[in-house]
Structures are given as structure tokens and as C-alpha cells.
């Protein structure tokens, strides 16, 4: 039986990626901070355009995809209060309301059109859980936004199929702001017993449980001759370690590594410092390698108080 991802008004209108002091394009987009976080400094290595890609390449027999978008008809007066209330967003064939990843063709997915807050509502969306109902299926959820559409649709699967497993992933669902948005998925966790990975590693071993999905693919070509590494004596680097370092410093001619010590986490600490392909020093850095787990929860506690530090908040490449 396979898992479902369902997507949640993950378009142009809500998440497309803006210039920092850029105007908000409609009333619902979630913003320039929110839209980095989910889409990336980098759109097309992004983290939902790189879950995107790997979803697609799941097979069809263990991975489902429904996408939920807002379409909306400014001509329809059934939806005229809405659009009056959030002002015009997601207009049908409008760029707008065109997704922010690229759509498979090749794989088995539906795209449900909801015109109001609730998915179930003059949508196809119950007729494509209708046949699972009786079953323990698990249903992941990315998309926006967290404090709304995001558990609304999660409030009424739980309602609606109680014996669903549902899971949603931290670092691909994005709302209003970060606070509000983790705020919520606690609400989610207690109120509706909602499991919430902060993994994207993890989250995808929910969605195929097969025991060979270990990580998200890291969006790198083969590239053997650089960066050199240069390690200390009693470092010893695991081939995934290795793959992660090369592409963390992927624009790279040689990196050292000096192993730090202290904590408590079993992380494995290093201070780093790089030369680019130019033959320039780079500023020094200092990397953590640890499971997903453990790495998910400090990226998320992390977003949490970056609003605190600002531009002394560190970032990944």
C-alpha cells in the first residue's frame, strides 16, 4: 500500500522567492523570510524543489501525490467573498497560480482545485481517500500555510480518517512568520496528535518505509578532483561524511579539518579552513555531522531564535 504526499498551495502567489525589501505580490504570500526558509537562498537547489525531485522519483506503488492548489475565479460570485476578504491570489491560469516546483509527468499524482479554507469542500479530495478510509495509511503533509490551510487539512484527516498516520515536516511548511509557524505545529502535536519531523532525511523514510531511503539526494554532480581534503592524522571520515563535506564545499580547491572536542551530543565537530578554486583563503568555518534526527532538531531550534541574533545568525550552503 502506498504512502500519500499531499501538497498545500505550495504556488507562485504564496512562495515564490522575493528581493528582501521587495513588495508583497497579494495579501497571503508568507514573505520574504518564511519564502527563503522553505524555497532556499537558491531556488533550484532549494529544499522543496530537492524533496520535489525525489518525491517524483519515488515508484508509484509506494508513493501517491496529491496537490491541493487555491484556484480561483474572480467571475465566480460564489467566491467573491473570499477574494474580498484576502484579496485576489491564485487567479486560475494566471502565473500566480502556477506551483513553485516542477510537476512529473511520469508519475502517479492529482491535483485537487479548492476555492475556500476547506479542502473537502466542493473538491475531489474525499473521493481520492474514500478508498483508503478503512486503512492505516500514513499521509504526509507539506505547504502553507502552517497556522491555516496546513491544519485545517490536518484537522479534518484526523477527524475524518483517525486511523490515517499523519506526519508533517518542519522544514518544508512555512506560515506567517516563524514563530507563529512552529507555535502552531505544537498545537498540531498536542491537539491533534500529529507527528512532526524536522528532518527531511526522516521524513522521507515516513513516506517510503523500505529501509533504503536514508537521506534526501544532495543536488551534486560527480566531481572527483575537488575539493582535496586534508585531515588530521586520527580522523576518520565515513564515504556519506566524505559526499556532505565535498558538497558543502563544493566551489572548493582543498579543505583542512581539525576535529573539535567537547559537547555532549556525539556530533562529530570540525574546524575547517578552505581554499577556493582561485586559491584564496576562505573564512574559516566549523561543521557538524550528526544523525537526521539530531541535526533536524538543531536546525529548528536554530530558526527559532534567529529572528534573536540577526546578522550574527550563521548559515548553510
Known amino acids: 500500500m502506498p504512502s500519500i504526499l499531499i501538497t498545500q498551495c505550495l504556488q507562485n502567489d504564496f512562495v515564490q522567492p522575493l528581493g528582501k525589501y521587495e513588495k508583497l505580490p497579494n495579501l497571503l504570500h508568507i514573505g520574504y523570510d518564511e519564502a527563503r526558509r522553505l524555497m532556499g537562498i537558491s531556488h533550484n537547489h532549494g529544499p522543496l524543489t530537492v524533496f520535489m525531485d525525489w518525491a517524483n522519483h519515488q515508484?508509484?506503488?509506494?508513493?501517491?501525490?496529491?496537490h491541493i492548489r487555491d484556484w480561483h475565479d474572480e467571475n465566480d460570485p460564489e467566491q467573491k467573498n473570499h477574494l474580498l476578504v484576502f484579496g485576489n491570489h491564485c487567479i486560475k491560469n494566471t502565473k500566480g497560480a502556477e506551483f513553485a516546483f516542477n510537476i512529473s509527468h511520469a508519475k502517479k499524482q492529482h491535483i485537487v482545485d479548492a476555492t475556500g479554507l476547506n479542502d473537502f469542500f466542493n473538491t475531489n479530495l474525499n473521493a481520492l481517500l474514500e478508498e483508503h478510509k478503512h486503512s492505516k495509511l500514513n499521509?504526509?503533509?507539506i505547504g502553507v500555510w502552517t497556522e491555516a490551510e496546513v491544519f485545517f487539512l490536518a484537522y479534518e484527516l484526523?477527524?475524518?480518517y483517525p486511523q490515517f498516520n499523519i506526519a508533517v515536516c518542519s522544514a518544508l511548511t512555512a506560515g506567517q512568520s516563524v514563530t507563529s509557524h512552529y507555535a502552531t505545529l505544537e498545537q498540531m502535536k498536542k491537539i491533534l496528535n500529529i507527528t512532526v519531523y524536522n528532518s527531511y532525511?526522516?521524513?522521507?523514510?515516513?513516506?517510503v518505509n523500505d529501509g533504503n531511503v536514508n537521506s534526501l539526494p544532495l543536488p551534486f554532480t560527480n566531481q572527483t578532483r575537488f575539493p582535496e581534503l586534508i585531515l588530521e592524522s586520527d580522523i576518520i571520515i565515513e564515504p556519506d561524511e566524505k559526499k556532505l563535506i565535498h558538497y558543502l564545499f563544493r566551489e572548493c580547491k582543498?579543505?583542512?579539518?581539525?576535529?573539535?572536542?567537547?559537547?555532549?551530543?556525539?556530533s562529530k565537530v570540525f574546524f575547517t579552513r578552505s581554499v577556493d578554486l582561485f586559491g584564496r583563503t576562505e573564512v574559516p568555518h566549523v561543521i557538524k555531522i550528526n544523525s537526521l534526527e539530531a541535526?533536524?532538531?538543531e536546525r529548528m531550534a536554530f530558526e527559532k531564535v534567529e529572528s534573536v541574533l540577526g546578522n550574527n545568525a550563521p548559515y548553510d550552503s
Do not use: H, N, P, Q
Open 158 to 160: 484526523t477527524t475524518r
Open 295 to 297: 541535526i533536524g532538531k
Open 254 to 266: 582543498s579543505v583542512e579539518l581539525k576535529a573539535l572536542g567537547g559537547g555532549y551530543s556525539g
Open 201 to 207: 532525511g526522516e521524513f522521507c523514510k515516513f513516506l
Open 59 to 66: 515508484k508509484d506503488e509506494d508513493l501517491e501525490v496529491i
Open 139 to 141: 499521509i504526509g503533509i
